[in-house]
């Protein structure tokens, strides 16, 4: 009876340890284009890199870059053997982010120019190199007004979008599905020791006993 009872505690606690296993994909071993990514986080982006959206990798033109030609070398040559896309783009990561950076403080800023109350949001477009700005009005004189009060670059592409933006507030909010899993596996492992602990000690005070 004991053994049986053994043997079945030790198939749930196996059973409870590959669901975790299961939410924890990332525990696989990275390659070396994600612990540079990583690094890159840490420390900042070479200007030859501009980013990556899904299965592509975008870095500028060879002829474009002015250093680090030795980094990207090797660098491409771990996307590659990743088999990940490559694609050429003009505009570097580093040159998105302080243009996000320049929108961000001059809406932030007191003397906030007219041009924002159209502006609904403003983000990082890796898959086209861009910063995309959506406005709730679109036309060529909204466009213009936005350039000529706000900031005029190659970078900006802009699109219509009608929907008012309501700040987050948090009412309503859940747990993502993955954190649900993880909670429901720790406390099924926390009442299979729970019930080890007892099957344990009824053990001890039955061997007493005798």
Known sequence: MIKRKAKHLAF????????VL????????SSPFDDWLQQCEEQGYPDFYGGRYGNKV???AEDAISGNLDQYFQVKGWIESDGIIIETVAFSYNDLNATMEILDSMALSGSRPQAFDNANWWRPDL????????????????????KETILDSPM??????TVQYVPYDGAGSTLPNGIWVLLIVFGLLAILVLVFL??????RASA???
């Open 198 to 203: 007892v099957w344990q000690r009824k053990r």
């Open 22 to 29: 299961r939410c924890f994909p990332f525990v696989q071993a």
């Open 127 to 146: 898959e086209n190199n861009r910063i995309t700005v959506g406005l709730f009005s679109c036309g060529e004189e909204e466009i213009n007004r936005f």
């Open 58 to 60: 975008y870095f500028l």
């Open 156 to 161: 900006i592409i802009f699109e219509e979008d």
């Open 12 to 19: 749930l606690s196996v059973l409870a340890l590959m669901m």
């Open 208 to 210: 007493i006993a005798g």
